[in-house]
């Protein structure tokens, strides 16, 4: 017998009856509708976007040229066949205009449904490229939650009630270089964040993955970038890896790249990739992969964030972030560009920062495995204007922490 709640709205109701929960309290914000850096709620109440359905809306919500892409392609095709049969010019455009912004030998891209997916297949790439099975990923890692994702997925607690995941995972210290060790002749791949996300926005330091890089050159092992939370411009370039003077064999992304429609993608080269079309052939096959409509998205998407000013803006706005974002209770300001986390003092002022904020019209979120961080990924089109309107409410907030 459905239960009844009070003082909530039949959809709401509904929501926690009838759609599977992910957690005790979501934030269950009744969402009527959003444009650029504001979400609405079905009471009118605005909420300036600080989150960016966590780094996915790149060019804010409903972006014209996004919407525009969405509604020509719906209105010509959507799906008509599984992905790689059919020549469909979305999806072309999409990896060929990927290509020339890519160095070598990044030139091939398959596109998948999610950024867990592109995991799975960057992983079997790497397995079936080297004739090995060990991957090495690194401490606090997040790579989705998808089995073989979670076997990467460096955080036991999280995974361990999901138990036996796929075995050969190794896990080593971000930024310690004693662990690279580790890598051996034996290992096919290791699997690194560029920035690690959940961990509490972790840049690599002292030429960390540089030093990955030599090792697994080193040994024969291929270096897998999950860029699905940096790319696509969050960082001020169109991939967190061009800061740091290497190229990974394969480069993983997804969300930022739909412009808020589902996706996921990894691009290797055209040698490397080849090896998933035969022996055995349909090595690995996706129904909507490479979507028109979702295509069409990331198409337009891409033009924008490569088109216009928004990545250098980013670096901009991280600056004013920063400069604004001074207070006794901020311990640091982490992460690059338009991807930041405040460090607060303990995980009940992050809780109190960011519910506080929510009841203020600011939303912000939390990170996966650092309770002291508070997330910053705002839309690379938001305005100073805005950035300074909700780091004033962040400020606000702080200087009535009790403790
Ligand atoms: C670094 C990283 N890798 C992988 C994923 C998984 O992507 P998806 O949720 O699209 O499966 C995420 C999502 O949060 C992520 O941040």
């Given at each position: 017998?459905?239960?009844?709640?009070?003082?909530?709205?039949?959809?709401?109701?509904?929501?926690?009856?009838?759609?599977?929960?992910?957690?005790?309290?979501?934030?269950?914000?009744?969402?009527?509708?959003?444009?650029?850096?504001?979400?609405?709620?079905t009471?009118?109440?605005?909420?300036?976007?600080?989150?960016?359905?966590?780094?996915?809306?790149?060019?804010?919500?409903?972006?014209?040229?996004?919407?525009?892409?969405?509604?020509?392609?719906?209105?010509?095709?959507?799906?008509?066949?599984?992905?790689?049969?059919?020549?469909?010019?979305?999806?072309?455009?999409?990896?060929?205009?990927?290509?020339?912004?890519?160095?070598?030998?990044?030139?091939?891209?398959?596109?998948?449904?999610?950024?867990?997916?592109?995991?799975?297949?960057?992983?079997?790439?790497?397995?079936?490229?080297?004739?090995?099975?060990?991957?090495?990923?690194?401490?606090?890692?997040?790579?989705?939650?998808?089995?073989?994702?979670?076997?990467?997925?460096?955080?036991?607690?999280?995974?361990?009630?999901?138990?036996?995941?796929?075995?050969?995972?190794?896990?080593?210290?971000?930024?310690?270089?004693?662990?690279?060790?580790?890598?051996?002749?034996?290992?096919?791949?290791?699997?690194?964040?560029?920035?690690?996300?959940?961990?509490?926005?972790?840049?690599p330091?002292?030429?960390?993955?540089?030093?990955?890089?030599?090792?697994?050159?080193?040994?024969?092992?291929?270096l897998?970038?999950?860029?699905?939370?940096?790319?696509?411009?969050?960082?001020?370039?169109?991939?967190?890896?061009?800061?740091?003077?290497?190229?990974?064999?394969?480069?993983?992304?997804?969300?930022?790249?739909?412009?808020?429609?589902?996706?996921?993608?990894?691009?290797?080269?055209?040698?490397?990739?080849?090896?998933?079309?035969?022996?055995?052939?349909?090595?690995?096959?996706?129904?909507?992969?490479?979507?028109?409509?979702?295509?069409?998205?990331?198409?337009?998407?891409?033009?924008?964030?490569?088109?216009?000013?928004?990545?250098?803006?980013?670096?901009?706005?991280?600056?004013?972030?920063?400069e604004?974002?001074?207070?006794?209770?901020?311990?640091?300001?982490?992460?690059k560009?338009?991807?930041?986390?405040?460090?607060?003092?303990?995980?009940?002022?992050?809780?109190?920062?960011?519910?506080?904020?929510?009841?203020?019209?600011?939303?912000?979120f939390?990170?996966?495995?650092?309770?002291?961080?508070?997330?910053?990924t705002?839309?690379?089109?938001?305005?100073?204007?805005?950035?300074?309107e909700?780091?004033?409410?962040?400020?606000?907030?702080?200087?009535?922490?009790?403790?």
């Open positions: 017998m459905k239960k009844t709640y009070r003082n909530m709205s039949m959809t709401k109701q509904d929501f926690f009856e009838y759609q599977a929960q992910t957690s005790p309290h979501p934030l269950a914000l009744e969402v009527s509708h959003a444009r650029g850096s504001y979400i609405y709620d009471t009118g109440k605005a909420y300036l976007d600080f989150v960016a359905g966590v780094s996915a809306n790149t060019l804010g919500h409903s972006h014209p040229r996004v919407v525009e892409a969405v509604k020509e392609q719906a209105g010509s095709y959507m799906h008509v066949m599984v992905y790689g049969e059919f020549v469909q010019k979305p999806a072309v455009e999409l990896t060929r205009l990927l290509a020339s912004h890519l160095p070598a030998p990044l030139e091939t891209t398959y596109l998948v449904n999610s950024g867990t997916e592109a995991i799975e297949g960057a992983l079997k790439l790497a397995k079936k490229a080297t004739g090995r099975s060990e991957i090495i990923a690194a401490r606090n890692a997040y790579h989705g939650n998808t089995q073989g994702s979670m076997s990467v997925m460096g955080h036991e607690e999280r995974r361990q009630a999901f138990r036996p995941l796929i075995p050969g995972s190794r896990f080593i210290t971000f930024n310690k270089e004693e662990d690279l060790e580790n890598i051996t002749e034996r290992t096919a791949a290791v699997l690194l964040e560029t920035i690690q996300g959940g961990a509490g926005f972790i840049l330091s002292d030429n960390y993955l540089q030093k990955v890089r030599m090792r697994c050159n080193e040994t024969g092992t291929l897998i970038l999950d860029e699905i939370q940096p790319g696509y411009g969050r960082t001020g370039k169109l991939f967190g890896f061009e800061h740091f003077g290497i190229v990974p064999d394969i480069l993983v992304m997804g969300k930022g790249m739909g412009g808020g429609m589902p996706v996921g993608a990894f691009t290797a080269s055209k040698a490397l990739m080849a090896l998933l079309k035969d022996n055995p052939k349909l090595g690995h096959v996706t129904t909507f992969g490479g979507n028109p409509v979702i295509a069409a998205a990331c198409l337009a998407t891409l033009r924008e964030v490569t088109e216009t000013s928004l990545m250098a803006a980013t670096l901009e706005k991280e600056k004013l972030f920063r604004l974002l001074v207070h006794p209770r901020i311990r640091e300001v982490r992460g560009g338009l991807m930041l986390a405040i460090m607060t003092e303990s995980a009940e002022m992050t809780n109190y920062v960011i519910l506080e904020s929510l009841k203020r019209g600011v939303l912000m939390w990170l996966l495995f650092e309770p002291n961080a508070v997330r910053i705002p839309p690379l089109t938001i305005s100073e204007a805005e950035i300074r909700g780091c004033s409410v962040i400020l606000d907030i702080l200087d009535q922490w009790h403790d």
